[in-house]
């Protein structure tokens, strides 16, 4: 099976919040990453977090670790229609990728 | 900054000729590339770094005759499907890191090949 595992669909209501999950399994990983592809395009990297960290908010973003569980998520507040796309988190050094998080937002 | 161009965005091509795709660091320099094929509904595969000045390492399954990596600068790398067949047909993506291994890939915007 893959290393890094996420659930392959969220739906939710424009405006509410987003939160899609993320478990790895390296413990040395040293950076986790979130990365967004919109349809017919490449992978815009979001955010990253060092593992040592435990939470980074960036604007509407807010990246949660938990290192003992290696589970990682991401908070998207506010959602919009824009923000409709798959989500990948992806671990270092080895960059490994999950499946990606299907994100729909209904108006 | 880092911006990672990849050309061209859509290719249709018939069976039996090869297609270039061209992945380019815009604004950095990039010693490694990397190669991927993204299936519908799918994650991401590697299929091969892309390394300056050697040759490129190739992942299990995927044949180094079939798709050609060339990168002969710090700024380009290049995948050539050769002999192209329908079951080729896929989004390829290039990605780059402008620093060291720990550090974010930025990706390309991806090529839709499709072979007839």
């Known amino acids: 099976g893959e290393d890094v595992e996420q659930s392959l669909f969220l739906s939710v209501r424009e405006g509410d919040s987003s939160v899609i999950n993320c478990t790895y399994t390296?413990?040395?990983?040293?950076?986790l990453y979130w990365y967004k592809q919109e349809p017919g395009a490449g992978l815009q990297l979001l955010t990253y977090i060092f593992s040592n960290m435990d939470m980074k908010q960036d604007q509407r973003l807010t990246v949660l670790l938990n290192k003992k569980d290696k589970h990682l998520s991401l908070r998207i507040a506010d959602t919009q229609t824009g923000d409709s796309a798959i989500y990948f988190c992806?671990?270092?050094?080895?960059?490994?990728f999950g499946a990606g998080t299907r994100l729909t937002v209904k108006p | 900054g880092a911006v990672v161009s990849q050309h061209p965005s859509r290719v249709i091509c018939k069976s039996g000729t090869s297609v270039k795709i061209e992945c380019r660091s815009l604004?950095?320099?990039?010693?490694?590339m990397f190669w991927y094929r993204q299936f519908p509904k799918k994650s991401l595969m590697l299929m091969a770094t892309s390394n300056e000045g050697s040759k490129a390492t190739y992942e299990q399954g995927v044949e180094k005759d079939k798709f050609l990596i060339n990168h002969a600068s710090l700024t380009l790398s290049t995948l050539t499907v050769t002999s192209a067949h329908p079951e080729d047909s896929s989004f390829y993506i290039c990605?780059?890191?402008?620093?060291?291994?720990?550090?974010?890939?930025?990706f390309g915007n991806g090529t839709r090949l499709t072979v007839t």
């Open positions: 390296d413990s040395s990983s040293t950076y």
């Open positions: 990605s780059a890191s402008a620093g060291p291994k720990d550090s974010p890939l930025h």
């Open positions: 992806a671990e270092s050094p080895d960059m490994r």
């Open positions: 604004d950095f320099q990039a010693t490694t």
